[in-house]
């Protein structure tokens, strides 16, 4: 895990965010972010990450033309870390169901991880579905 250095705290309390917690996979290459009682996935070390920021870069991303409502079920092809999966899961709600698929191993272990993080400490209630590649 990447040291969590007296300028890298600086640098998030002068954005007036909180960094508790990172997380790091696959020799740095990805990163999950515990800033202001939230997990989020990324794939760059900085310092400029937030709840906030994320979900509008996943608006702007993947739910300018729709949003899941209440009650639904969204399937997450390529879940690649779960930046989506993590929005998707708070539209649909405790009624609906948020399906997050991901083939590539190493994604796939932060995706994991990430989605246990959120389990127990914020959506107790969801249920995703994961699917390993499959062994040759």
Same mark, same amino acid.
């Given at each position: ?49 937030? @709840?906030?920021? *994320? /979900?509008?870069?996943? !608006?702007?991303?993947? +739910? ?9 079920? #969204? ?11 993590? @929005?998707?899961? *708070? /539209?649909?709600?405790? !009624?609906?169901?948020? +399906? ?9 272990? #932060? ?26």
């Amino acid at each position: 895990m990447p040291e969590k250095s007296t300028f890298f705290l600086f640098l998030f309390k002068k954005n007036g965010l909180e960094l508790q917690h990172i997380y790091s996979f696959n020799n740095d290459q990805f990163f999950i972010y515990g800033v202001n009682n939230h997990f989020i996935p990324n794939e760059s070390f900085t310092a400029f990450i937030s @709840y906030e920021t *994320q /979900l509008e870069k996943c !608006k702007n991303e993947s +739910l300018f033309t729709y949003q899941p409502r209440r009650g639904e079920i #969204v399937l997450d092809l390529g879940a690649v870390l779960g930046e989506e999966t993590l @929005y998707y899961s *708070q /539209l649909v709600g405790h !009624k609906g169901r948020v +399906l997050a698929i991901e083939a590539n191993p190493a994604v796939f272990e #932060v995706l994991k991880k990430l989605l246990r993080l959120i389990n127990s400490a914020m959506f107790p209630f969801l249920i995703w579905l994961f699917l390993k590649r499959m062994e040759q």
